[in-house]
């Protein structure tokens, strides 16, 4: 097992290196090789049928030009395409570096900024005798409040690393478990209820709870209703695994499903908040899909989908034989 892992590898490392060799050298490697297969071939064929006539001067010529130009072709194509990715890599690290740029001052000097107008409004607020001034001072609070709720979505972001998806697996069961837990600790009356299986492994981290969190907590914090209903429902079928989350409340707003669709945002559509952001790319980071569903009037529909853990049958094994240890242990 360990052999075969080590020639894959060694075979992977091979292709790269084939793939980050240069134009000049696949063209020169596509134009040897042409030049000497094309003998051969003809050759071959005249050894093994005698109806077939051997090569000559006129044939080999004709074939030789094809390749020549076959390789210039090849060296065009390669050389506009590398000139083409360079270019990409170039703006990509640019842009790389200006969102992290501006991350961090959002995330260190505005939100210091924000704190000293939040904790001065704070006092305002308890100070004014004035019923109006203390509801100005409130607002002003309240849209502090929001900006820190911004940076605070925006830092788990900080947290999700694509580069593992493909080397770890995590027990969704397990995080929407933890998450209904938390979504139903607070003030707000909140019916949760889940149809689970005992396990569906992923291929994510324990990042992707910041996506599920968040629609737990919209559906509870943007529902009015006296008593908010989430059902949770979650399934496994064909490689895959889905995820739905239910809730009973007003549904998200057209303009925001807009901005999603639109993959931007504009000036005419506008999200009120990054969270359903903070949904989409989080899944998309992990190489899953989300979709919004709210054409039934009686709330939202949230579906992930995600692709199931490679090991699901090695762990889902291991996770049954310890439910029955334990079973027989109580």
């Given at each position: 097992m360990v052999i075969g892992i080590e020639l894959l590898i060694l075979r992977m490392s091979r292709v790269k290196s084939l793939i980050s060799m240069s134009p000049l050298k696949i063209s020169l490697g596509y134009l040897v090789f042409g030049i000497?297969?094309?003998?051969?071939?003809?050759?071959?064929?005249?050894?093994l049928f005698t109806a077939q006539a051997p090569p000559t001067a006129i044939g080999l010529a004709k074939s030789w030009t094809f390749i020549a130009l076959s390789a210039v072709l090849i060296y065009l194509l390669s050389t506009i395409h590398r000139q083409q990715m360079s270019t990409a890599q170039t703006k990509l690290r640019a842009a790389n570096e200006q969102l992290q740029v501006l991350h961090r001052v959002f995330r260190h000097n505005i939100r210091n900024d924000i704190n000293v107008i939040q904790g001065y409004a704070e006092i305002l607020t308890e100070r004014l005798d004035c019923e109006t001034d203390r509801d100005h001072a409130r607002a002003v609070q309240q849209t502090a409040e929001g900006i820190t709720a911004i940076s605070e979505k925006l830092k788990m972001l900080e947290n999700v690393d694509p580069t593992l998806s493909d080397e770890h697996v995590v027990d969704l069961v397990e995080i929407v478990k933890s998450e209904v837990e938390h979504a139903g600790s607070g003030n707000l009356a909140v019916d949760i209820t889940t149809d689970l299986p005992s396990r569906a492994w992923v291929e994510?981290?324990?990042?992707?709870?910041?996506?599920?969190?968040?629609?737990?907590?919209?559906?509870?914090?943007?529902?009015?209703?006296?008593?908010?209903?989430?059902?949770?429902?979650?399934?496994?079928?064909?490689?895959a695994v889905s995820l739905d989350i239910e809730d009973n409340g007003p549904g998200i707003p057209d303009a925001e499903l807009r901005s999603l669709d639109a993959g931007e945002e504009t000036a005419l559509v506008h999200a009120s908040s990054v969270g359903l952001w903070l949904v989409r790319w989080v899944s998309q980071l992990h190489d899953g899909?989300?979709?919004?569903?709210?054409?039934?009037?009686?709330?939202?529909?949230?579906?992930?989908?995600?692709?199931?853990?490679?090991?699901?049958?090695?762990?889902?094994?291991?996770?049954?034989?310890?439910?029955?240890?334990?079973?027989?242990?109580?």
């Amino acid at each position: 097992m360990v052999i075969g892992i080590e020639l894959l590898i060694l075979r992977m490392s091979r292709v790269k290196s084939l793939i980050s060799m240069s134009p000049l050298k696949i063209s020169l490697g596509y134009l040897v090789f042409g030049i000497l297969w094309v003998p051969a071939t003809d050759l071959l064929l005249a050894a093994l049928f005698t109806a077939q006539a051997p090569p000559t001067a006129i044939g080999l010529a004709k074939s030789w030009t094809f390749i020549a130009l076959s390789a210039v072709l090849i060296y065009l194509l390669s050389t506009i395409h590398r000139q083409q990715m360079s270019t990409a890599q170039t703006k990509l690290r640019a842009a790389n570096e200006q969102l992290q740029v501006l991350h961090r001052v959002f995330r260190h000097n505005i939100r210091n900024d924000i704190n000293v107008i939040q904790g001065y409004a704070e006092i305002l607020t308890e100070r004014l005798d004035c019923e109006t001034d203390r509801d100005h001072a409130r607002a002003v609070q309240q849209t502090a409040e929001g900006i820190t709720a911004i940076s605070e979505k925006l830092k788990m972001l900080e947290n999700v690393d694509p580069t593992l998806s493909d080397e770890h697996v995590v027990d969704l069961v397990e995080i929407v478990k933890s998450e209904v837990e938390h979504a139903g600790s607070g003030n707000l009356a909140v019916d949760i209820t889940t149809d689970l299986p005992s396990r569906a492994w992923v291929e994510c981290d324990e990042s992707i709870r910041y996506a599920v969190r968040e629609v737990l907590e919209n559906a509870v914090r943007h529902n009015e209703k006296s008593l908010r209903q989430i059902h949770i429902s979650l399934d496994r079928t064909d490689g895959a695994v889905s995820l739905d989350i239910e809730d009973n409340g007003p549904g998200i707003p057209d303009a925001e499903l807009r901005s999603l669709d639109a993959g931007e945002e504009t000036a005419l559509v506008h999200a009120s908040s990054v969270g359903l952001w903070l949904v989409r790319w989080v899944s998309q980071l992990h190489d899953g899909r989300v979709q919004f569903d709210t054409e039934d009037s009686s709330g939202t529909t949230v579906s992930f989908e995600f692709q199931a853990g490679s090991r699901t049958t090695l762990l889902d094994a291991e996770a049954s034989v310890n439910d029955r240890i334990e079973a027989v242990a109580d």
